[in-house]
């Protein structure tokens, strides 16, 4: 079975400070892939990152970076200098070979404040 | 870029009316899914499909039903709405691989009353 936890269900920052969001995952499988997605209030899910379970570099995309540890089953997602556009919930979500559908975490919602 | 469209942004059915929910994706993808989201309880699989008329339930289909005719569209029915049937509806598509990133639609808030 997998499983997906997003243990914070809601964070407050202020604008320009840097904030972490966890994501803790349970799998049995070896080759198995891990997602995140932003939600803004318009409700679309917006895909930020895909990464498989043989690739452990962490990943850094402008403001946004990925730290994936296996030994840790973790995969958390910093942002650096958060802005107010940056208010959403963000989900976690995991995938594996053979299973079409994704197992999401419950999601963390982000408040940036100005 | 990627597109996937569905019918309505918001909804407003009665107990026991039928409920159509449509999707379209542009992407030529094999695979297309109804996700259901509520507060606390994350996306959960209504149903999907990885082919023309070809489906399969996921996690909650009880109460619901899809349809898959062209490549493209992908409905999920409520043949009869019930208020614990309201919900945020999120419609995704993804090429054939089950790993393969999956695209979101804006979402259908639907309200049961």
């Known amino acids: 079975a997998q499983k997906v936890t997003q243990a914070q269900t809601e964070i407050s920052v202020v604008e320009k400070e840097d904030v972490t969001l966890d994501c803790v995952y349970e799998?049995?499988?070896?080759?198995?892939?891990l997602f995140w997605y932003k939600q803004p209030p318009s409700g679309e899910l917006v895909f930020l990152i895909r990464?498989?379970?043989?690739?452990?570099q962490n990943e850094i995309s402008g403001r946004y970076s990925w730290n994936f540890q296996k030994s840790t089953s973790s995969f958390n997602f910093t942002i650096t200098a958060s802005q107010v556009v940056d208010s959403a919930v963000y989900f976690c979500?995991?995938?594996?070979?053979?299973?079409?559908?994704?197992?999401f975490g419950s999601g963390t919602r982000l408040q940036v404040q100005p | 870029d990627v597109k996937v469209t569905q019918s309505s942004r918001y909804l407003v059915k009665r107990t026991g009316e039928k409920v159509f929910l449509e999707c379209v994706q542009d992407?030529?993808?094999?695979?297309m899914f109804w996700y259901r989201q509520d507060p606390g309880l994350g996306l959960r699989l209504i149903y999907f499909?990885?082919?023309?008329?070809?489906?399969e339930k996921g996690d909650i289909p009880e109460g619901y039903s899809v349809s898959r005719e062209k490549k493209e569209r992908f409905s999920l029915i409520l043949e009869s709405a019930s208020t614990n049937q309201t919900s945020m509806y999120l419609c995704?598509?993804?090429?054939?691989?089950?790993?393969?990133?999956?695209?979101f639609g804006p979402g259908t808030r639907l309200t049961v009353l």
């Open positions: 995704a598509s993804s090429q054939r691989q089950g790993t393969d990133t999956q695209y």
């Open positions: 799998t049995r499988d070896t080759t198995y892939y």
């Open positions: 990464r498989n379970s043989f690739d452990e």
């Open positions: 979500a995991l995938n594996r070979p053979g299973r079409r559908a994704l197992t």
């Open positions: 992407m030529d993808h094999e695979n």
């Open positions: 499909s990885y082919d023309v008329k070809m489906k």
